[in-house]
């Protein structure tokens, strides 16, 4: 029993001196200006120090839905990582320039939700959410010198394929609606062609055939055939860095000094439809918004007036769509500020202009006619607005050809002075010029001016080719200035080969 009461006591004795260490310990535990090796050589019990080192890690909760678009993003990225020296040479380049980063940022806070929703939807990673500001600067009015348009760029040619119309009222590879979809349709496409993401945004930029070819090269040389091992031009060589180093900045911004601009989780814009006729100017009016806001939302429509042939889509701010919808209720189809006209049997743009009180020729310009076009009965017009505000904003939907319908009667004759060498009376050449009428269609007689232009001397040489009368005692002061016999000589030369272009970039979509 005695030894049991002593280890007791001992246990008890111990217990005490312990807790009485730890309460001489304690401010040195929480003293944050000096350190434990200051404190006269006493050190933390070793359980003191794992508790002060330990680290939270965050924890992300997937069943809720985040409130920042970017936060909903980041929870999408699925696409492996890159990384090559050309990734930070495009970081190091983007944050280098953060009021052009900013700008890119703030343009897409637009369309970056329906974009992330459309990804979603289909599974698709979020990083490609990130692409149009590789491809755009997320300007759908962007338009490359291969004629490649809209947010994602495409080429005429594939937004044909894609079924993307393109005519003299609506380009849809513009819309954001419409080229979303078949730009992720695209995606998918050359996704399942190559099993792999970063081959896959290599065909979008360089074409799904030539990135086929450079796989097949690196294979059949041993070589190995992920992307940054291929052979390509410089343009597709730096696009998966690019959007990487986008993907980058995006997962923290922090880590680079940039502040991302707050993007809520929700919808930007809704889609409406209208049977009453509508003008972009008068929907903003409508909505209570900026026309500049329209045209941002509705950049697929090329003209001041949405097409008259069925309902009329129109994309609006979500925010706005309620103050959209009572106004227009209450809203007079009279009182719009550009309208269209359909010629009557009889009627001319004349009479027309008359009648509206406008100028004829403001009539025209407005619709991309020439004073010498005709039209006919079935035309439509688009008829301006007088206001000044409205016709600055909207200036850049004026057309500068007519749509189909208008007849270009051919340009008047043009005169050309023949000039023919004769002998005269005292066996002397002379020369007799006579008037000729000549009818040609003005884009041959462009091409001929063209092409003469850059030859000064053909023309004068061929008439110097004519023979002389025989028996002339001296040449005419033309051609003894001119050297005729050596013009003659050159004049049948086929010209010399052009320099070499320089190379294009790589032509796709």
């Known amino acids: 029993m005695y030894p049991r009461v002593i280890a007791l006591f001992l246990f008890l004795l111990a217990s005490a001196t312990l807790q009485a260490n730890e309460a001489v310990e304690a401010p040195l535990r929480f003293d944050g200006l000096s350190s434990l090796g200051e404190a006269g050589g006493l050190q933390a019990p070793q359980a003191f120090e794992i508790r002060e080192q330990h680290v939270r890690v965050p924890t992300i909760d997937l069943t809720v839905e985040p409130d920042d678009l970017w936060e909903r993003i980041r929870r999408g990225f ?18 280098n320039r953060p009021g052009a980063l900013r700008q890119i940022f703030t343009r897409g806070q637009r369309y970056l939700y329906h974009i992330v929703d459309e990804l979603e939807r289909r599974g698709m990673p979020t990083e490609l959410a990130l692409l149009p500001m590789v491809e755009s600067a997320f300007n759908p009015m962007a338009l490359s010198s291969a004629q490649a348009s809209g947010l994602w760029q495409f080429i005429p040619s594939t937004g044909k394929s894609y079924n993307l119309e393109q005519n003299w009222w609506v380009d849809e590879r513009r819309d954001v609606i419409a080229s979303t979809n078949a730009a992720l349709d695209y995606l998918q496409a050359i996704y399942e062609m190559h099993g792999d993401w970063h081959l896959a945004l290599a065909s979008y930029n360089w074409g799904e055939g030539a990135v086929g070819r450079a796989v ?3 294979r059949a040389a041993g070589l190995p055939t992920e992307y940054q091992h291929l052979s390509m031009p410089g343009e597709t060589r730096y696009y998966v860095p690019k959007l990487q180093a986008l993907k980058n900045i995006v997962a923290q911004p922090e880590l680079f000094g940039i502040s991302l601009p707050h993007i809520p989780n929700r919808p930007y814009f809704v889609t409406v439809e ?23 939302l509705n950049p697929g429509y090329k003209r001041p007036v949405l097409p008259t042939n069925g309902s009329q889509s129109l994309v609006i701010p979500a925010s706005k769509v309620e103050a959209f919808l009572i106004n227009l209720s209450r809203h007079d189809p009279a009182s719009a500020t550009w309208r269209t006209y ?31 076009a005709r039209i006919g009965s079935g035309y439509t017009l688009i008829v301006p607005s007088e206001s000044e505000g409205d016709r600055i904003s909207l200036s850049s939907l004026l057309p500068t050809t007519p749509q189909a319908g208008a007849v270009e009667p051919p340009p008047p004759p043009r005169t050309l002075i023949q000039r023919t060498v004769v002998r005269g009376k005292n066996g002397r050449p002379m020369v007799v010029e006579r008037k000729v009428a000549v009818h040609d269609s003005a884009s041959s007689r462009d091409r001929a001016e063209k092409a003469d232009k850059g030859k000064p001397g053909k023309r004068l040489a061929e008439e110097r080719a004519k023979p002389v009368a025989k028996g002339n005692a001296k040449a005419a002061p033309a051609e003894k200035a001119g050297k005729p016999e050596k013009a003659v000589k050159n004049a049948g030369k086929p010209p010399a080969p052009p320099a070499k272009a320089k190379a294009e970039p790589p032509k796709r979509r």
């Open 342 to 372: 359909e010629l009557r049997d009889g009627e001319g743009l004349e009479g027309v202009a008359d009648r509206l009180g406008i100028s004829a020729s403001r009539l025209r310009q407005v619709n991309g006619l020439s004073p010498r």
């Open 274 to 296: 209208s049977r009453v006729a509508l003008d972009l100017a008068t929907a903003a009016r409508l909505a209570e918004t900026s026309v500049d806001e329209i045209l941002a």
């Open 78 to 95: 699925a696409m492996p990582d890159l990384n090559t020296d050309l990734v930070t040479d495009r970081q190091i380049y983007y944050i």
């Open 216 to 218: 097949a090269k690196n």
